[in-house]
């Protein structure tokens, strides 16, 4: 199973950045999609998840308004559009991937089956 994350990048506070992650080796419909960050100095933390139809999305609160997460199972890839960064939003984005997505579990990095390399996300005041 490959993850592999792009469209990090260098951004000022206000501006949007599309993180996209192509997966391949899974029979990715079958598969929750989420995001995880980590910053500096901090343990990762869960961002988004999308349910295998992506009809069903969840949020962690400080990115609610701001962030969406959607995929596109025909081309095998999830999303994260990320509006009005702020500097508290720099960290390695990284992409994961998990077959049985329990609602107890979802912001367990542990519980998560397969994780992409990361993509740095850095946003300037």
């Known amino acids: 199973v490959q993850l592999q994350a792009s469209g990090g990048g260098l951004v000022q506070a206000g501006d949007s950045l599309r993180l996209s992650c192509a997966a391949s080796g899974l029979i990715f419909r079958n598969y929750a999609m989420g995001w995880f960050r980590q910053a500096p100095g901090k343990e990762r933390e869960f961002v988004a998840a999308?349910?295998?139809?992506?009809?069903?999305?969840y949020n962690r609160d400080s990115v609610k308004g701001r962030f969406t997460i959607s995929r596109d199972n025909n081309q095998n890839t999830v999303y994260l559009q990320m509006n009005s960064l702020e500097p508290e939003d720099t960290a390695v984005y990284y992409c994961?991937?998990?077959?049985?997505?329990?609602?107890?579990?979802?912001?367990?990095?542990?519980?998560?089956?397969?994780w992409g390399q990361g993509t740095l996300v850095t946003v300037s005041s």
């Open positions: 999308i349910r295998r139809t992506g009809h069903i999305t």
């Open positions: 994961t991937a998990d077959e049985r997505l329990i609602m107890s579990s979802l912001s367990v990095a542990a519980h998560w089956d397969y």
